[in-house]
Each structure stands twice: as structure tokens, then as C-alpha cells.
């Protein structure tokens, strides 16, 4: 079976782990979280950088940081994961799904301006799979109605908009490093901000919101967001070598458009628009409606034939929990529904060969042909 995804922990990670152990420093006390935090801020060039646990929790203490009144809606794509939904939900808000562009797979920005009314707060923008969003026209809208804008940047490590990094557009920008990110700590996440007073609450929202008079007391309630000294020192070995994944994913992402080309039955993935070129994330496929089965039979049939996949996002407007909760229900986001049932991506990992991603797409052509 040739992986969807295999980390890449080949470089300083023992070494660091190691120094863990020995020191005794494995919980969320140790030096590793400064050094994680102070050379992630410098990557995307953010005053504040908070290392929480992951980042789902860094969704979550980003949008709860801004406090945005109880019942305030909060325009997000449709083409997302649950994560981005659930912390509007859970901090008592309400998500407003926006359709995706067919082309990038982000949210189809033409469409944002017309979902604002009198009671949105917030765009929560998320970049997917490998190219960012288109980020003026979206801070232009912001600006004109008034409206924060919190960036979900799970998947663009090193990624860059028109020269400027990814995690530096929002009021509140955040992180994953799940294991398939360009960066790894297992799980993990990163809120980053320039304003003085989110990076103040996000950090007590990570640590239960003890207050210094007296630790134990509490005012609010706040969560166990920490993350731990072992975690960020992943995170500092694979921070040492991100240039080097970046290129590494590209090199990859090129491959597979030259062995894949050709194929008029299958939407590869956007290379380049006019303000970036992709990362490739993961090497995302989507099939025409020529084909005679969907991305699910797809990935069966991949299977079969030893190369492993993952779906696409389910759109927000279709989630069972979210409809059962009477959120979107009159939402239609066609362009989401399609990629969702069509689409679906193969072996993708830093970990992968060069032999690995020719077997995959030989496979991947033999398969679509029959």
C-alpha cells in the first residue's frame, strides 16, 4: 500500500525529544514552547504566537478570544472541515456557509458580500489544500462593513500571498500540525496575532484563565489548551527544515501534473494563480460527471489497487449536526457538493518517493481509463 501520508522526522526530532527526556522538561512548562512560538511568529511575521494543543482548540480560542456577541453570525466556506463550524457554534454564533471557487477549492469570494446582513461579525477565510484565498478583495470587504476576519491557515506552513505569509492577514490567524501538515508535532496548533490584547486572552483561554492574584480562583472558564515541551520540540526540528518540505511538496505536486496530464475526465489541481503558486497540501483530484462513478467508488477501486486516499471536505451546508441544529438549512452551495462527491486525493505525504507517487499515478490512470 502505497500511504495517503508519512511524516518526514528524519532530521533534528530525536536529538530534541531526547534533551526533553533528559532535562525532565515533557509537559507544557519547558523551553522548547518559547523557542516553538518565537520562531513560528518570526515565520509569519506576527508579534504573538500561543502554541495550544491543536487546531481544532486554536478555532476555538480564536474566535472565542474575540468576543463577539452571543447570536452574531460569522460568514465561513462551505468546503471546510467541522472544526471551523464548531467553534462558531460552540461560541455561541452562527455560521453563514459561502460557496467554494471550482478553481482554488477557497472560498468563492464574488459570493461573500451578498451573505453579510446587519448581524454579521466576522469572515473566517480558510486556505485549502494549496492555495490561499484571494485576500484583498476579502480584507476590502472586512474593512468596509466593519467585520473581523479570523484566518485559518492549518494548511499553508510557509505558504505565501503575494509575497506575504499566509497566518498574517486576520485580526486572529491560526495553525494545525496534525501529521500530515508541513509541519508536525503530532497534534498541535498555533494562534498568532499582532494585537496585544487577543494574544492576552487567547493565552488565558489555553490555561483554564487562572488569574495571577490567586491561581486557583477563577472568574471565567477556560480550557486545557497547552501545548507540551516534547510536542514543541517537533515542532522546532521540523520548523529547521520547512524550505526544504516546501520545495520538496512542490516537486511533488509537479510530478504528478506531468504524469497525470492528459487525463480530459479528471480536474487536477490549480498549479498557479496571479498571486501564487500552490504548496500542494495534499494532490487533490476531482472527476468530471463523464465518469461513470464518484470519488467513494474511486477510492474503493484505489484501494484495491494499493494506493491509499482520503475524501474531500463534506460541505458545512450538509452536515447532519449543523442541520439538525437549524444552521443553513436553506444553504445551496453547488460548487461544494460537487467536489465533495467527485473529489478526493491520493498519497501526498513528505515522506513519499519519487517510485511511490510514479506507481500512484499509473494506478490512478489505469483506474480512471477502465
Known amino acids: 500500500m502505497i ?8 532530521g533534528n526530532e530525536k536529538k530534541y525529544l531526547n534533551e526533553c527526556i533528559e532535562t525532565g522538561w515533557i509537559s507544557s512548562e519547558g523551553p522548547f514552547i518559547k523557542r516553538f512560538e518565537e520562531g513560528f511568529a518570526a515565520l509569519v511575521q506576527r508579534k504573538h504566537a500561543i502554541a495550544v494543543a491543536n487546531g481544532s482548540m486554536a478555532l476555538d480560542a480564536a474566535v472565542a478570544a474575540l468576543g463577539l456577541e452571543a447570536g452574531a453570525e460569522v460568514i465561513l466556506p462551505s468546503f471546510t472541515i467541522i472544526s471551523c463550524a464548531a467553534a462558531i457554534v460552540r461560541a455561541g454564533l452562527v455560521p453563514v456557509a459561502v460557496d467554494a471557487d471550482a478553481a482554488t477549492l477557497n472560498i468563492d469570494v464574488s459570493l461573500i458580500e451578498a451573505a453579510i446582513t446587519s448581524r454579521t461579525r466576522a469572515i473566517l477565510v480558510v486556505h485549502i489544500y494549496g492555495l490561499p484565498c484571494d485576500m484583498d478583495p476579502i480584507l476590502d470587504i472586512a474593512r468596509r462593513y466593519d467585520l473581523k476576519v479570523i484566518e485559518d491557515a ?3 506552513h510557509g505558504q505565501a500571498y503575494r509575497g506575504k505569509p499566509c497566518g498574517s492577514f486576520g485580526d486572529i490567524s491560526i495553525f494545525s500540525f496534525y501529521p500530515n501538515k508541513h509541519i508536525t508535532t503530532g497534534e498541535g496548533g498555533m494562534i498568532v496575532t499582532d494585537s496585544d ?3 492576552a486572552r487567547s493565552r488565558d483561554l489555553r490555561n483554564l484563565c487562572f488569574i495571577p492574584a490567586r491561581r486557583f480562583v477563577h472568574e471565567e472558564l477556560g480550557y486545557n489548551m497547552r501545548m507540551t515541551n516534547l510536542q514543541a520540540a517537533l515542532g522546532v526540528a521540523q520548523l529547521e527544515r520547512l524550505p526544504e518540505f516546501i520545495e520538496r511538496k512542490r516537486a511533488m505536486g509537479r510530478l504528478y501534473n506531468e504524469l497525470l496530464q492528459g487525463m480530459p475526465d479528471v480536474e487536477l489541481p490549480t498549479a498557479r494563480v496571479d498571486y501564487a503558486e500552490s504548496i500542494y497540501w495534499v494532490y487533490g483530484i476531482v472527476l468530471k460527471e463523464s465518469i461513470g462513478f464518484d470519488a467513494e ?5 484505489l484501494g484495491g489497487a494499493g494506493v491509499g486516499t482520503r475524501p474531500f471536505f463534506w460541505p ?3 452536515q447532519p449536526v449543523l442541520r439538525r441544529m437549524g444552521f443553513m438549512a436553506q444553504a445551496r452551495c453547488p460548487v461544494s457538493e460537487r467536489i465533495a462527491r467527485r473529489g478526493f486525493y491520493i498519497p501526498s505525504g513528505l515522506a513519499l518517493t519519487e517510485q511511490q507517487i510514479r506507481e500512484a499515478a499509473r494506478i490512478v490512470r489505469e483506474v480512471i481509463r477502465k
Open 3 to 10: 500511504p495517503v501520508n508519512d511524516p518526514l522526522l528524519d
Open 154 to 156: 492549518a494548511e499553508m
Open 197 to 199: 490584547a487577543l494574544a
Open 297 to 301: 467508488e474511486a477510492m474503493r477501486r
Open 316 to 318: 458545512m451546508h450538509e
